[in-house]
């Protein structure tokens, strides 16, 4: 039930369909965002909406993809979402494909269309993992060229490497994978970005390996403000194996700690206390009880 909005008009979800020949469902092209809403019954706005709207027009310049919707159309259509489907504790779903109007690697003649869906949606990890962590594995995986030089873009196409790496850390009994960047150094988790704090200082990888997530820059600035050293660096895996905590961060994921990395104990095997406080802070402000 409930309703999803495509190409300006609010359509009830059974109808919402595309058609087998969808080019993006053959060749993966298109542009999404992850976004959540929090507390929307009492009326606490949609988190980061503008930079997720912004990051989504760019992935779609990156890509050359001509969106015919404005950044307020989509903006509006996001708070609709929540708005029309009665949701609380929302994910949202932006993603702009191309249409089937022609098959082969072409796509510039092809309609785009764009589409927002919303529900109802926890905590990514499970609850529990918020507080105790999650076992991850370092991938046979890596985060290959098109990652590695189009960080700022978020599209479908980037994603295989991303689900291979999951399922794989999944088989081995952990919950997330680490994905390396092709010179092997740390690069991000499969839809996270990664932080290790030690002797108190905060780490996460240069912006050359990983998605310009805007969790990552939120809870960069969070550190900050709370007087925080934070230092974006090529972070090693012996580095992450001797870290004093590890976290994982993302629109879903939040602020997620890891426990252990490829059967080694990070610290003390259990949430950090400067991940516990980036976490308190960062629910504090989705949560609208501190400003934004
Ligand atoms: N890295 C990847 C590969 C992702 O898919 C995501 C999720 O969007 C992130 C990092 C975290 O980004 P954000 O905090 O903007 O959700």
Not at 57 to 66: E, G, R
Request: contains cysteine; aromatic residues 8%; proline residues 2%.
């Amino acid at each position: 039930d409930g309703v999803i909005w495509l190409d300006g008009e609010m359509v009830p979800w059974r109808e919402a369909k595309v058609h087998l020949l969808t080019h993006t469902l053959h060749y993966g092209m298109g542009v999404f965002e992850g976004v959540r809403a929090y507390d929307a019954e009492q009326g606490t706005a949609i988190f980061r909406l503008q930079e997720h709207t912004d990051r989504l027009f760019n992935s779609a310049k990156i890509l050359n993809m001509q969106l015919p919707f404005d950044k307020e159309t989509l903006n509006e259509a996001q708070k609709a979402s929540v708005r029309e489907n009665g949701l609380k504790s929302a994910y949202i779903r932006p993603m702009a494909f191309f249409g089937s109007e022609g098959m082969g690697l072409r796509a510039d003649n092809l309609q785009v269309h764009v589409m927002v869906a919303a529900w109802e949606w926890g905590a990514y990890m499970g609850e529990e993992n918020l507080t105790r962590g999650i076992k991850i594995a370092t991938s046979s995986y890596t985060r290959h060229h098109v990652n590695v030089t189009m960080t700022k873009a978020k599209s479908n196409g980037q994603y295989m490497n991303s689900m291979l790496a999951l399922q794989e850390a999944i088989s081995h009994g952990c919950d997330e994978a680490l994905l390396l960047d092709v010179d092997g150094y740390v690069s991000e988790g499969s839809g996270e970005n990664f932080f290790m704090v030690k002797d108190g200082v905060l780490y996460t990888p240069e912006l050359t390996s990983c998605l310009d997530g805007i969790t990552r820059r939120t809870i960069m600035q969070l550190a900050k403000d709370a007087g925080i050293e934070v230092v974006e660096k090529r972070i090693t895996r012996d580095e992450v194996y001797i870290a004093d905590e590890a976290f994982f961060t993302g629109t879903a994921a939040e602020v997620t700690p890891i426990r252990m990395l490829d059967g080694r104990a990070i610290g003390a095997g259990t949430r950090g206390p400067v991940t516990e406080q980036l976490q308190s802070l960062y629910f504090d402000i989705v949560h609208g009880r501190s400003p934004a």
